[in-house]
């Protein structure tokens, strides 16, 4: 059974920094193109940013040039670096990815920023 486990998160002040982690358990594929999202309550969940097999990258317009995409394919894991966190980064952060078989997401993490 393939499941994302997210690690990472928590709080921190602005223009802080935080990592997050999301390494696929239960397989061994690599799938080609990642996601992260973000939610707040009673907001849409929006993308953040992804990563495809190949390493091309996208990112919304609100995290350019502050959050970095990657992914270490021997350890099928995926990360999203957060460097100068402002408060509207406030949410909790969820990756995603699929296969053929299915759409996969992993559980979320909160991340939290304020003074």
């Known amino acids: 059974q393939v499941q994302l486990v997210q690690s990472g998160g928590g709080r921190v002040q602005p223009g802080g920094s935080l990592r997050l982690s999301c390494a696929a358990s239960g397989t061994t594929f690599n799938f080609p193109t990642w996601r992260w999202y973000r939610q707040t309550p009673g907001s849409q969940r929006e993308e953040v940013a992804s990563?495809?097999?190949?390493?091309?990258?996208i990112y919304a317009d609100f995290v350019k040039g502050r959050f970095t995409i990657s992914r270490d394919y021997a350890k099928g894991t995926v990360y999203l670096q957060m460097n100068s966190l402002k408060p509207e980064d406030t949410a909790i952060y969820l990756c995603?990815?699929?296969?053929?078989?299915?759409?996969?997401w992993g559980r979320g993490t909160q991340v939290t920023v304020s003074p």
């Open positions: 990563i495809t097999g190949s390493g091309s990258t």
């Open positions: 995603n990815t699929w296969s053929a078989r299915d759409v996969y």
